[in-house]
C-alpha cells in the first residue's frame, strides 16, 4: 500500500501511542506500508519536527520513519489548495502513484480524490487497512486490550 502522508500526521502521532496516527507511522517503519515524499516535503517534515516535537524518543522514531521514506522527484507543479506546502503533498502523491495522501487539513480533504490518490483523515486510513489486511480490528483490538498490549 502506498501512501503520502502529511506533516500534522506525523506531528499528531506524538500525542497518543494508542492513536490511528502513530499506528499509521509504526506500519511504515515496519514495512508494512510504503511511505513517500518529495524532497521539498521531507525537508518541510524535518523543519516542523524540530520546532514542534520535543519528546526525544519520539523524534527518534520519526527520524527511523524518515529512513523509510521512499524519495520521489515531482515532474509537475500542482496548484489544486491555496498553501503552496500543500500543493507539494499533493504532487507528491500523484509522484508516486500513492494510493491515499493520508491528512487532517480540511482544505486537502475536501478534494477528496485528485489523480487516483484518496484523501482521507487517519482514522478512515487505519479502517480502510485494517479492512484489507483481512484483520477484524474491533476483535484484534479487544484482545490487545486484555493482553496488555
Not at 506533516?7 to 517503519?29: C, P, Q, R, W
Not at 522527484?73 to 494510493?99: C, F, Q, R
Not at 487532517?104 to 487517519?122: C, Q, R, S
Request: glycine fraction near 6%; charged fraction near 35%.
Amino acid at each position: 500500500m502506498r501512501v503520502v502522508i502529511d506533516t500534522n500526521i506525523l506531528i499528531g502521532g506524538a500525542d497518543d501511542e494508542s492513536s490511528h496516527a502513530f499506528k499509521i507511522i509504526k506500519e511504515v517503519i515496519d514495512g508494512r506500508i510504503e511511505a513517500f515524499a518529495n524532497h521539498q516535503t521531507m525537508s518541510e517534515n524535518r523543519q516542523m519536527l524540530r520546532k514542534l516535537v520535543k519528546d526525544r524518543e519520539y523524534r527518534e522514531l520519526l527520524e527511523e520513519f524518515f529512513r523509510k521514506l521512499n524519495i520521489v522527484k515531482t515532474y509537475k507543479a500542482v496548484n489544486v489548495v491555496s498553501d503552496p506546502e500543500d500543493n507539494k503533498l499533493i504532487e507528491s502523491a500523484v509522484s508516486a502513484g500513492a494510493e491515499y495522501l493520508i491528512t487532517n487539513d480540511k482544505e486537502v480533504l475536501d478534494i477528496d480524490e485528485y489523480h487516483g490518490t484518496k484523501i482521507i483523515t487517519p482514522e478512515e486510513f487505519w479502517s480502510k487497512y485494517q479492512n484489507e489486511k483481512g484483520d477484524d480490528s474491533a476483535w484484534s483490538d479487544w484482545g490487545k486490550m486484555i493482553m496488555g498490549e
